[in-house]
Every structure is written in C-alpha cells, then in structure tokens.
C-alpha cells in the first residue's frame, strides 16, 4: 500500500476528489492530511464527511482549530465569522472527529518513523515531545536571531530541519511547494487559485489538481 500526504484542502472537496481519483481509493491507499481541512473554501463540510467516510488520518490545522474554537461565537479571543460560519455547518459528530485529529502523525520506518506529518512546523533543535502547540499549528519561519514565529522572516524553518524523520506540513502558502532535503512543504493554495498538492510515498513523487477557482483572498 503506498500513502499519499495531501497538502492544506481548505473546504475544495472538488479538488480533492480529483486528487483521489489520481492517487487512487482509499480503501487500498493510505491517505495523511497535513490540516486545514476545513475553512475559506466552499465545502468545509463536504471535505470533513469525506474524511470521516474515508477513514482517512489528518493532523490539525490551525483553520481547524480555530473553527473548533469558534463553537462558542462569544468565546476569547473573539473567533473570526468564517470560523463561526464553518463551525455552524457541522454536526456533533462532525466536530468531534475534527477535535480528535493529533497534532502530528508518524509514518514507520525500518529504523523508527520515516516521515513525520504535521502542519506548520517542527521548531529545530527541540525534541518532538518538548514541541509548543502553537509552533505545530503555526511555525512558518526562524528569525535571524533563531526564534520562532508564524511569520513570513528570516528563514523557513524547513530550510533548518536537519531531520531524520523527514517532516511533510502545510501552511505556508505564501512561499508555496517547498522542497529541502529533510522537509516538503505542500500547501500551494489550492483556496487562493493554486493547486492542490500531495506527496506520494515511497516514490516521492508530487501530484497536484489546479484549483478550478480562486476561493478566497490570501490571509493568514
């Protein structure tokens, strides 16, 4: 069985069932979400029943924990409309498959885990087990001064992982398809009119459906 780690969907269930129908079913493939299931696209719902029909594995995103967030439209910090919006489409059911999903998956290797998927980042350095939550939700880049930040600086902190384990993640649609000996990044913005992507493994091959519109404007 090969798998296939798919990049950030954001609600384009369009685009990923023609990444499905490429890659192939999963009943006989092992499907990896990198998160950001749900958020900003057209079928968030769509996307996660998908999953959940599928049995196919996904971390959490940031847009995923935001829209679990957003359950209480009053809470603190105040959730975005297009997180209440999304988390009012889902069902019980639905919401508590999306809070079960785990910060990071692990893909077994011959000697300990090959791949390691999450959706912003690994901050270098720091063991996985002593890793901050809001880095693996949000780390986009090391500043010149070697902190961490979900922000566009410095350098991106894949650039910086020296690995093993070989880390795949999202999130990062400004800088698109990244690719460093020891990390792939494959959020190419499907939701803002680029593409969908996924890494398949063993191969390493890529494969990527174009968006079929631009969805939404490019915001964090």
């Not at 490429?22 to 696209?41: E, F, H, N, Q």
């Not at 079928?43 to 996904?58: I, N």
């Not at 000697?111 to 780390?139: M, T």
Request: some cysteine.
């Amino acid at each position: 069985m090969h798998t296939v780690i798919v990049g950030d969907v954001h609600g384009c269930l369009d685009e990923l069932l023609a990444l499905v129908e490429r890659c192939g079913d999963p009943k006989s493939t092992r499907y990896v979400m990198v998160g950001d299931l749900v958020a900003k696209g057209p079928d968030s719902k769509g996307v996660v029943a998908w999953a959940r029909a599928s049995g196919v594995e996904a971390v959490l995103g940031n847009h995923d924990a935001a829209v679990l967030h957003a359950r209480n439209p009053l809470a603190e910090p105040r959730p975005r409309p297009h997180h209440v919006e999304v988390a009012a489409t889902l069902d019980r059911d639905e919401l508590a498959w999306l809070e079960d999903r785990p910060l990071w998956i692990a893909l077994d290797g011959d000697d300990g885990p090959s791949h390691l998927v999450v959706h912003g980042g690994v901050v270098p350095g720091v063991p996985l087990e002593a890793q901050e939550r809001k880095y693996l939700l949000n780390l986009r880049s090391i500043t010149a001064d070697g902190a961490p930040t979900k922000k566009i600086e410095g350098q991106p902190w894949a650039s910086l992982w020296t690995g093993p384990p070989h880390v795949v993640f999202g999130h990062d649609a400004v800088r698109g398809l990244q690719r460093h000996p020891w990390a792939t990044g494959l959020d190419t913005g499907c939701v803002y009119g680029g593409a969908l992507t996924a890494l398949v493994l063993p191969t390493g091959d890529l494969v990527s459906i174009p968006a079929r519109r631009n969805y939404a404007p490019v915001t964090p």
